[in-house]
C-alpha cells in the first residue's frame, strides 16, 4: 500500500515537473524571439537615420517585422511553442536580419 502511495506521489511530481518546463520552454522562446525583434528594429532603425536604407526598403522591412510578430502571436496563442514552429520563427527571423543586413550594405543610399 505505501508503494503505490509513493509512485502516486511520484507520478504527481513528474507531471508538475514536466508541465512548468514545458511553460518555461515556451516563455523563453518568446523572450528570445521579442529580443530578437527588439535588435532587428533597432538596426532598422540606425540604418534609416545613417540613410543607410532608403525609405522603400524600410517600409518593406517594417513590413516583414510586422509579419513576424503577427506570426509569434499566432503560434503563442494555444499556450505551447513546438519546435517546429520555434524553427520556423527562427528562420523568418533570420531571413529578416539578413534583408536588413543586405539593405544597411548595398549601394543604394539616401546620402
Known amino acids: 500500500?505505501?508503494?503505490?502511495?509513493?509512485?502516486?506521489?511520484?507520478?504527481?511530481?513528474?507531471?508538475?515537473?514536466?508541465?512548468?518546463?514545458?511553460?518555461?520552454?515556451?516563455?523563453?522562446?518568446?523572450?528570445?524571439?521579442?529580443?530578437?525583434?527588439?535588435?532587428?528594429?533597432?538596426?532598422?532603425?540606425e540604418g534609416v537615420r545613417d540613410g543607410e536604407v532608403t525609405r522603400r526598403e524600410a517600409t518593406a522591412l517594417r513590413s516583414e517585422q510586422r509579419h513576424i510578430r503577427r506570426s509569434e502571436r499566432r503560434v503563442e496563442s494555444d499556450g505551447t511553442v513546438t519546435r517546429r514552429e520555434k524553427r520556423r520563427l527562427d528562420r523568418k527571423q533570420d531571413r529578416a536580419s539578413r534583408h536588413i543586413r543586405r539593405a544597411k550594405n548595398n549601394k543604394v543610399d539616401n546620402n
Do not use: E, H, P, W
Not at 514536466?18 to 533597432?42: C, F, I, V, W
Open 1 to 45: 500500500m505505501d508503494s503505490s502511495i509513493i509512485s502516486k506521489s511520484g507520478l504527481a511530481v513528474l507531471f508538475v515537473v514536466l508541465l512548468t518546463s514545458t511553460m518555461g520552454l515556451s516563455q523563453d522562446t518568446s523572450t528570445r524571439a521579442d529580443n530578437r525583434q527588439q535588435y532587428q528594429r533597432a538596426r532598422l532603425a
